[in-house]
């Protein structure tokens, strides 16, 4: 069947021009098999209804949907990387292949990773391996269960290619992956029009951006809605932030142009989820000095939001740009309280005491070294959970002198009324988490004899995670 009635074309990026992308092909590949459909999102904007040589139509061979973008655009944009400049970026390897309204009205983007050469590619093949491809849904349905503001993985396909790559043994297989988001403009894309002096572009993205993802910021005055839009911006990308730090996530490679300016997360090459509460932990092996390690990562966001700051300088004066990056870490410390307290099942109490039981809880998992996602899964709801908390493997350390303290804090909260403790999730003997031994693990047998069952298996816990979390 085609598109449902929700489905709504809308490509307002194309009308940018050609100053913003270029219109490019996709690759020709010989074999297209489906290794991950993601039928919740694809019902938030219509799609759910393709059968699946339609999907494949679609998202294998990109041809276009009805009254979408009649050929895909490979966007254009520079970027800080390890903060070295670099402007030799771009979509090299992907590209916006359509734009639809979702059930709440926002526009999302339909954009690829793996879907062939454009004119950034370089030297390199414009493909990506299927375990990465593997890797990025994991990483984004893990991510949107511990409520973190993250693209989707809308789907996965096999492409029978065999890639050549220096971190995997290879030939290793190759696919495509189409992903989700919430519009594709990153902080790289103004620094591009910034670094070749294109005063105009700027300020063009700039009114784009706004009018689409923020239209309740508009002002007459441009320099108004410059500030507005970067204190928007800070605010945004700050939460995110947050999010990643109580999910104990690591994205790895927090580069400008890896930087939405919508907030939404996204591009997950070489993530991880920390074991325990350990600051210095990196994700990536190439981050030699650990610049993007798990507790230095709101400290990269803000030197993003800064590179945002200096592009807007045409438009506004220094000091109100400066005043506005002021907003980075109160929405930051703002986030960080209201995921915790989530996390843990609790129904708030007042500021102070809520801060107070954050600091200690994560002054408690970085003295313990217990296992991170361990902590939160046997106290969710505090007092509700003590029985549970009681038959846990770290049941010693919580009949501890040490963790008496944080025990009367905890007690002193109820469950918040959204928590369920008696959903199937919580009668798990053990959190579902992704470390990186399981998502090796899961990888192993579909390199060895293409056995997906461990990997549907997980897909199908984290499903339960995200219910129990009441996560829609
Ligand atoms: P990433 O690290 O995935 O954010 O990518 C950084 C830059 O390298 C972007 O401009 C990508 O488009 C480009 N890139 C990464 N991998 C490839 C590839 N296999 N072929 C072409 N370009 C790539
Ligand atoms: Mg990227």
Redesign the pocket.
Known sequence: MPVSAAYRASTGHGELGSDFFDEVSAAKFLQTIIRYRNQRAAASVGLETLTDDEWITHFGRFEPLPGNLSKPLALRYHGHQFRVYNPD??????FLFAQLRDDQGRLLDLATKGSG?TP???S?????TLKGGVREVLATSMLEALGVDTSKSFSLIETGEELVRGDEPSPTRSSVLVRLSHSHIRIGSFQRFAFLRQPENVAKLLDYTIKTYMPNLWRDEPSARAIAFLEEVCRRVARVGAQWMVAGFVHG?L?T??TNVTGESF?Y?PWRFVPTLEPNFTAAYFDETGLYAYGRQPDALFWNVTRLAECLLGIAEREPLEAALGVFAPALQDEFMRKMVWRLGLQPLDKESDSELVRAVWMFLAQSQMPFERFFFDWYGAAASETRAEQSPSKDIYASESFAPLRERLFAYSASPAANLNHAYFKRSEPCTMLIGEVEALWAPIAEKNDWSLFHAKLAAIDEMRDAFGQK
């Open positions: 970026l771009g979509d090299g390897r992907g050469q950034w590619s370089r390199g093949d414009g493909r990506l490679v580069n142009d890896n591009d090459g």
